[in-house]
C-alpha cells in the first residue's frame, strides 16, 4: 500500500509518494484575460511563454479551503495520469488542514477522499504538528521547539527579519519574553522550510504505528464523520 503525503498549502502544494521526493506546485488555477479565458492548472503554468496576461484563482481565503471547485480541478490533476498516477484502491493519504478548521470544512474534506476519489486510508494533521515531528524525530533531546516553516504565523515578526539567523533572533526574543522563566525555548528555521512539514508527513507514514493513526474507508463508510472527529483531533 503507497502513501502520498499532501502539503495543502493556501499557495503551494507540497506532494509526494512517502517513498519518493517532494514537489512544489502551486495550488491554484490560472485564467487567462485574454484567448477566451483559457484555464490552466497548478503546474500547467510552466506552459505558458507570457504568464502576465493571467490572473489566479487560489482555493484558500484567509487560511481556509473555501473553494472547493477549484480544489478538486487540481487534485484531479495533481492526482491524474499526467502527475502522480494515483491507484486510489491501493493508496493512503496523509494531508494537512489549518488548526481550528471548520466542521464544514472538515466533513467536505472526508467526503471529497473517501467517496469521490476513495483512497483506502486518509490522515488529516496539521501542518505545523508535521513540522514538530520532523524536528523531534531528529533531535529527540530538545524539550520544547518553534520550527519556522511554511505554516509559521508570527506575521508580524517575520516581514521585518530578512536574514535567517535575524529572523530566528526575533522570534526567539519574542518567545522568550512571553514564556515562563523555566521553560526552555528553542527556535529554529529550516533549509528548505516550506517542505519541512511535508519531511514530517513522509516521516509519519512510515511510523510503525500510522495504522492506528489514520481512518479508513471501512470506518469511514461504517462511522461517518464521527470517526474522523475521534481520530483527527485537529
Known amino acids: 500500500m503507497s502513501t502520498l503525503v499532501l502539503d495543502n498549502g493556501a499557495n503551494f502544494a507540497k506532494i ?31 506552459e505558458i511563454k507570457d504568464p502576465s496576461g493571467l490572473f489566479y484563482i487560489l482555493p484558500f ?31 493512503n493519504i496523509v494531508i494537512t488542514e489549518p488548526y ?4 464544514s470544512i472538515q466533513d467536505t474534506m472526508n467526503e471529497i477522499l473517501f467517496e469521490e476519489y ?7 494533521i496539521n501542518a505545523g504538528s508535521l513540522s514538530a515531528h520532523r524536528y523531534f524525530h531528529e533531535n529527540n533531546s530538545e524539550l520544547c521547539c518553534i520550527v519556522v516553516d511554511s505554516s509559521f504565523s508570527f506575521t508580524h515578526i517575520v516581514p521585518y527579519c530578512r536574514g ?45 504505528d500510522f495504522e492506528e ?13 464521527y470517526v474522523c472527529e475521534e481520530k483527527f483531533d485537529i
Not at 476513495?118 to 488529516?124: D, G, K, V
Open 213 to 225: 493513526m489514520v481512518v479508513t474507508r471501512e470506518d469511514y463508510e461504517e462511522n461517518g464523520h
Open 16 to 46: 509526494g509518494y512517502s517513498h519518493e521526493k517532494v514537489s512544489v506546485i502551486p495550488n491554484c488555477q490560472f485564467r487567462s484575460k485574454t484567448s477566451r479565458l483559457k484555464t490552466f492548472t497548478a503546474n500547467q503554468l510552466d
Open 61 to 91: 481565503q484567509k487560511g481556509y479551503l473555501v473553494n472547493w471547485d477549484v480544489q478538486r480541478k487540481v487534485w484531479d490533476h495533481l492526482f491524474g495520469k499526467d502527475m502522480f498516477k494515483v491507484d486510489f484502491a491501493d493508496t
Open 118 to 124: 476513495q483512497f483506502q486510508s486518509a490522515l488529516r
Open 100 to 103: 481550528f478548521n471548520f466542521s
Open 164 to 208: 535567517r539567523k535575524m529572523k530566528e533572533d526575533r522570534v526567539y526574543t519574542e518567545v522568550r519574553a512571553l514564556a515562563p522563566v523555566e521553560y526552555q525555548v528553542s527556535v529554529v528555521l529550516p533549509q528548505n522550510p516550506i517542505c519541512y512539514p511535508w519531511e514530517g508527513g513522509k516521516l509519519l507514514a512510515e511510523n510503525p
